[in-house]
């Protein structure tokens, strides 16, 4: 709920994707991480045709779209189209009818390159180390060097430059969809407020009160004469309190609740506990003083004084200091492959035989690799919920089997925890991005189909 401790070392790191922090607009790239199997294809497809002339002159090939200055061919939608019948199949799932699919494709492509001209307009780079970085993590999802990786390439007849140039514009695309996502989201404070009044609900944040009362009870269903004599009784107790005698030792004598004995106290308890009508007769009272008039309830008539409150710290967190190894998938079939290949290095560091930070040094493609996936202090609320749902399982040095989230999958490290008490506004700072990244999918969106419709768009028959 609350962002890091200002003592913490998170500002010093290096952006991650699974922080939600304003201040660093960048989410996780999507890469293309063809399979063994399908390797060919995929880069492929990851390959848009730049020169229509050129296209058109492949064997059996021509264009289907012209989007802006790239171009869509009939080859690059019948193997995507192919590519979600074999993962559907692997699966189970459920496609339309052929020609649906193929539009839904079609449509996806198109999308998909109006996103990439505008994002090459934007004038955001990437540097080569990090394309060097997400080329051998595809080689190593694959079980293949980087140099076998080349290799096939060349054998399917793929130009290896083109092949890191569109990892280069995936990357590009994502940091542009952040960038003009989060400037179209607006978030006022009163949308802040309600989000904290709902996470301290859940956590049960929500206060303890000890009451004491002094009942006068009216049956149900009692005639005008009986109520007015119950409350002429209530109205005696209440003079006698004004006129300074004390509260247990007149409930003593006039209450009749339960908890007469006791003077009237119904003892210390969550606030939801009692009825609304006691909590709002007392909201604006302080500890020892009494309600001014009595109550009526169905039960009767009240008189109730406010004997102790408590309140919970809102501002007091646990943080949690762990690690990751991310490994990005872009497609559904590979989630399976990356699975194993994270168990089996999860597998390895329990059985001390590689080191976590290490391997996070060496194939972590998070921006917490160069510190061996060290993610620092964080508080409730600050990972995206895939990943702090698995992480808020482990104890200290625990180690998770592989999680994934939108990003990619993970394997995750506990190693350490801590109470502490964090500025009241960064905990509004930290609601505040929660309702940006809550509010981000359907401004995407939105974005998206605004994009299209400004983007030049020409569909080609085939060629008779």
Same mark, same amino acid.
Do not use: C
């Given at each position: 709920?609350?962002?890091? !401790?200002?003592?913490?070392?998170? &500002?010093?790191?290096?952006?991650?994707?699974?922080?939600?922090?304003?201040?660093?607009?960048?989410?996780?790239?999507?890469?293309?991480?063809?399979?063994?199997?399908?390797?060919?294809?995929?880069?492929?497809?990851?390959?848009?045709?730049?020169?229509?002339?050129?296209?058109?002159?492949?064997?059996?090939?021509?264009?289907?779209?012209?989007?802006?200055?790239?171009?869509?061919?009939?080859?690059?939608?019948? &193997?995507?189209?192919?590519?979600?019948?074999? $993962?559907? @199949?692997?699966?189970? @799932?459920?496609?339309?009818?052929?020609?649906?699919?193929?539009?839904?494709?079609?449509?996806? *492509?198109?999308?998909?390159?109006?996103?990439?001209?505008?994002?090459?307009?934007?004038?955001?780079?990437?540097?080569?180390?990090?394309?060097?970085?997400?080329?051998?993590?595809?080689?190593?999802?694959?079980?293949?060097?980087?140099?076998?990786?080349?290799?096939?390439?060349?054998?399917?007849?793929?130009?290896?430059?083109?092949?890191?140039?569109?990892?280069?514009? &995936?990357?590009?695309?994502?940091?542009?969809?952040?960038?003009?996502?989060?400037?179209?989201?607006?978030?006022?404070?009163?949308?802040?407020?309600?989000?904290?009044?709902?996470?301290?609900?859940?956590?049960?944040?929500?206060?303890?009160?000890?009451?004491? /009362?002094?009942?006068?009870?009216?049956?149900?269903?009692?005639?005008?004469?009986?109520?007015?004599?119950?409350?002429?009784?209530?109205? /005696?107790?209440?003079?006698?309190?004004?006129?300074?005698?004390?509260?247990?030792?007149?409930?003593?004598?006039?209450?009749?609740?339960?908890?007469?004995?006791?003077?009237?106290?119904?003892?210390?308890?969550?606030?939801?506990?009692?009825?609304? *009508?006691?909590?709002?007769?007392? !909201?604006?009272?302080?500890?020892?003083?009494?309600?001014?008039?009595?109550?009526?309830?169905?039960?009767?008539?009240?008189?109730?004084?406010?004997?102790?409150? !408590?309140?919970?710290?809102?501002?007091?967190?646990?943080?949690?200091?762990?690690?990751?190894?991310? *490994?990005?998938?872009?497609?559904?079939?590979?989630?399976?492959?990356?699975?194993?290949?994270?168990?089996?290095?999860?597998?390895?560091?329990?059985?001390?035989?590689? !080191?976590?930070?290490?391997?996070?040094?060496?194939?972590?493609? $998070?921006?917490?690799?160069?510190? @061996?996936?060290? *993610?620092?202090?964080?508080?409730?609320?600050?990972?995206?919920?895939?990943?702090?749902?698995?992480?808020?399982?482990?104890?200290?040095? @625990?180690?998770?089997?592989?999680?994934?989230?939108?990003?990619?999958?993970?394997?995750?490290?506990?190693?350490?925890?801590?109470?502490?008490?964090?500025?009241?506004?960064?905990?509004?700072?930290?609601?505040?991005? &929660?309702?940006?990244?809550?509010?981000?999918?359907?401004?995407?969106?939105?974005?998206?189909?605004?994009?299209?419709?400004?983007?030049?768009?020409?569909?080609?028959?085939?060629?008779?």
């Amino acid at each position: 709920m609350t962002p890091f !401790s200002p003592t913490s070392r998170r &500002q010093e790191r290096p952006y991650s994707p699974l922080h939600r922090r304003p201040h660093l607009p960048r989410r996780a790239a999507t890469l293309v991480l063809a399979a063994l199997a399908g390797l060919a294809g995929a880069a492929l497809q990851a390959q848009p045709a730049r020169d229509p002339a050129r296209a058109e002159a492949r064997s059996g090939d021509f264009i289907v779209a012209v989007v802006n200055t790239e171009a869509v061919t009939a080859i690059e939608v019948a &193997q995507r189209v192919e590519r979600i019948q074999a $993962d559907a @199949g692997r699966s189970g @799932g459920v496609l339309p009818d052929a020609e649906t699919l193929r539009q839904q494709v079609l449509d996806s *492509l198109i999308d998909e390159r109006v996103q990439i001209t505008y994002a090459r307009d934007s004038g955001i780079k990437i540097d080569d180390a990090e394309i060097d970085r997400a080329v051998a993590n595809i080689a190593a999802q694959n079980q293949i060097s980087v140099a076998q990786l080349r290799e096939r390439l060349r054998a399917e007849g793929l130009d290896f430059v083109r092949f890191r140039s569109n990892l280069r514009d &995936q990357l590009i695309v994502e940091r542009v969809r952040e960038r003009e996502v989060l400037s179209r989201i607006r978030i006022t404070d009163a949308d802040i407020d309600r989000l904290l009044d709902e996470q301290r609900a859940k956590s049960g944040a929500i206060g303890q009160l000890n009451l004491a /009362q002094i009942l006068v009870t009216v049956p149900e269903g009692a005639p005008p004469e009986l109520v007015a004599q119950r409350q002429q009784r209530i109205e /005696q107790a209440a003079a006698r309190l004004k006129a300074g005698e004390d509260f247990a030792a007149v409930a003593r004598a006039v209450s009749e609740d339960g908890n007469r004995a006791a003077g009237g106290e119904m003892g210390m308890r969550p606030v939801d506990r009692f009825p609304d *009508l006691f909590v709002d007769a007392v !909201s604006g009272l302080a500890v020892g003083e009494i309600t001014p008039q009595p109550l009526r309830s169905a039960a009767g008539f009240h008189l109730l004084k406010v004997i102790e409150r !408590s309140s919970p710290d809102p501002y007091l967190v646990t943080q949690t200091h762990a690690r990751h190894i991310l *490994l990005r998938v872009s497609e559904r079939a590979q989630g399976p492959a990356v699975m194993r290949r994270l168990e089996g290095i999860r597998q390895q560091i329990q059985r001390g035989e590689r !080191s976590f930070e290490t391997v996070a040094q060496e194939i972590s493609e $998070d921006g917490s690799a160069a510190t @061996g996936g060290d *993610l620092g202090w964080a508080a409730p609320g600050q990972f995206v919920p895939e990943f702090e749902e698995a992480m808020n399982k482990l104890g200290p040095g @625990g180690l998770s089997p592989p999680v994934v989230s939108r990003f990619g999958v993970h394997l995750i490290q506990v190693l350490e925890r801590r109470n502490v008490s964090v500025d009241p506004k960064q905990v509004r700072d930290q609601a505040r991005n &929660q309702l940006r990244e809550a509010k981000f999918e359907p401004t995407y969106v939105e974005w998206a189909k605004e994009l299209r419709l400004r983007a030049y768009v020409e569909l080609r028959e085939p060629p008779r």
